[in-house]
């Protein structure tokens, strides 16, 4: 009987596992189906399109504490060619510490040479970025804005190639750009968020926009209608994920989306575990409150379609960590029973897991195929990647289940290095770097245990076992780093 009730659980978790995964390859196949004849579309349009006159616009920066990039983000907007003042640029300053001086500084700079920019601070942070954005909305001059997080650096000609999509299409509620990478080559680390966050830009985006579905803005990187962002009713902060719930109901109030994969945008990644873990957690839970928020509406206006099944796997994509930690701790159960259990039975699981592991990674191949990445180095990566989306499920259920239980957290910013360390940035140490190594250890222990019992699942559970130890291992090794000095930065 508990044979039975361990493989019938284990069932379950492959199976909602590989839904996410094959859907990966509808992705992949939604992508290619469009991507040549949107491309081409979209270059020629930027190159033959002749803007008659210029909407004015307003690129905000909302910063908290960016001692170490806000210059460099003033400087690259400030440089953004665009006519002559028709552009204007605002800082949304929530800072407390000495970033509020550099600021000030820089923007004195800019504007003695002409540029018209300004501060906009706040007496408390209330909503967070959400918030500023919210409070600044009144003060933004024109109908369009751009935004930019402070730790990217957006190209000199990129209200010269995203404007004219949105003076063409009036309905076009936003526009979103492709992230690039300032340090990915970095570590391992960097290289594996690298490969991460390329498929879902490359792929994912473009499948999605270029099919029909919702598309969310990125929070940054991006080009908004004023108009649109009313009629959607307004940034809001009853999620951590601000712009994926904006994005969905402003296209909910009748407003399209584009994206441009061509225009990229440059961005700093975590270079640091422990604040890339506080960006995931973020992404996580703020993903699951939206699906919590958004999805009773989607399903009122959309019914059973494809349109809603692509959105409610899109937004609720962060309950595979959960799984795989449930997955994980079964497997070892799993082993204890394995004699009685068919053959059948426990080839169908390992062919359902490897489908599942087999259709993600394609995705990526499909992304650095297209971004023009050699095999060698997508080969190379692609591990890392696997070793940390496996470690990071802990990390991430915590959040899930947090947002499932309605319990409210902190916005966490991911603060970055920038070209210069003038300010370390400490990002504390969640107490689940302890089940991490645990877990690790157990899978292991699980394998060495079973080792003669003719189990197919000892690569599986190996491939668990390395993820969890890896993260759980670079969490205290990035830990102790930050204790020593400069090099702590994140």
């Given at each position: ?112 040479s002409g540029v018209n920019i ?29 935004i930019f997080d402070a730790d ?212 990526y191949w499909v992304s650095q ?122």
């Amino acid at each position: 009987m508990s044979s039975l009730i361990v493989a019938s659980f284990f069932g379950i978790l492959t199976t909602l596992l590989l839904v996410y995964g094959l859907n990966s390859l509808v992705m992949v196949w939604l992508f290619i189906r469009r991507y040549e004849r949107r491309h081409r579309e979209q270059l020629s349009f930027i190159k033959d399109y002749k803007v008659t006159s210029w909407p004015k616009v307003t690129t905000q920066i909302p910063v908290y504490n960016e001692a170490n990039v806000v210059e460099r983000v003033i400087d690259a907007v400030c440089a953004m060619e665009y006519p002559s003042g028709d552009h204007a640029v605002q800082i949304l300053d929530d800072s407390t510490d000495g970033t509020s001086r550099l600021i000030d500084e820089r923007v004195e700079q800019h504007r003695q040479s002409g540029v018209n920019i300004r501060v906009i601070r706040r007496s408390n942070r209330q909503g967070y970025k959400a918030g500023a954005l919210h409070e600044a909305h009144e003060e933004i001059e024109g109908e369009l804005l751009a935004i930019f997080d402070a730790d990217f650096v957006p190209p000199k000609d990129f209200l010269l190639k995203s404007v004219p999509f949105m003076v063409d299409g009036v309905d076009l509620g936003f526009i979103q750009a492709r992230w690039e990478h300032l340090n990915r080559n970095q570590s391992w680390l960097t290289k594996a968020q690298a490969l991460g966050i390329d498929g879902h830009f490359m792929v994912e985006q473009a499948g999605r926009c270029w099919n029909d579905l919702y598309l969310n803005f990125n929070g940054t990187a991006g080009l908004w209608r004023k108009k649109a962002i009313e009629d959607g009713g307004g940034w809001s902060w009853d999620t951590l994920t601000e712009d994926m719930d904006l994005s969905y109901r402003v296209q909910l109030a009748g407003w399209e989306a584009e994206y441009l994969p061509w225009l990229s945008v440059p961005a700093e990644l975590p270079e640091d575990i422990n604040a890339f873990k506080s960006q995931q957690f973020r992404w996580a839970k703020g993903s699951i409150q939206t699906a919590l928020k958004i999805l009773p509406k989607l399903w009122k206006k959309e019914g059973l379609n494809f349109r809603f099944v692509q959105a409610s796997l899109h937004m609720t994509h962060y309950l595979i960590h959960p799984l795989m930690v449930a997955m994980a701790i079964s497997s070892y159960f799993l082993l204890n029973t394995w004699s009685h259990i068919p053959v059948w039975l426990t080839t169908t699981f390992l062919v359902g897991i490897l489908i599942s592991m087999v259709s993600t990674n394609t995705l990526y191949w499909v992304s650095q195929w297209k971004l023009g990445t050699s095999r060698r180095q997508t080969f190379k990566t692609m591990p890392g990647l696997m070793l940390l989306g496996v470690g990071i499920a802990i990390n991430n259920s915590r959040a899930v289940l947090q947002a499932l239980r309605r319990k409210e957290s902190e916005f966490v910013r991911t603060p970055k290095r920038g070209d210069q360390i003038l300010t370390s940035y400490k990002v504390s140490i969640p107490f689940v770097v302890a089940l991490e190594i645990l877990l690790g250890m157990t899978c292991l222990w699980g394998i060495w245990d079973h080792q003669m019992e003719g189990s197919w699942f000892h690569p599986f559970l190996l491939l668990y076992a390395l993820g969890f130890s890896l993260v759980g291992w670079t969490t205290l090794l990035h830990a102790n780093r930050n204790r020593q000095g400069p090099l702590g930065v994140t």
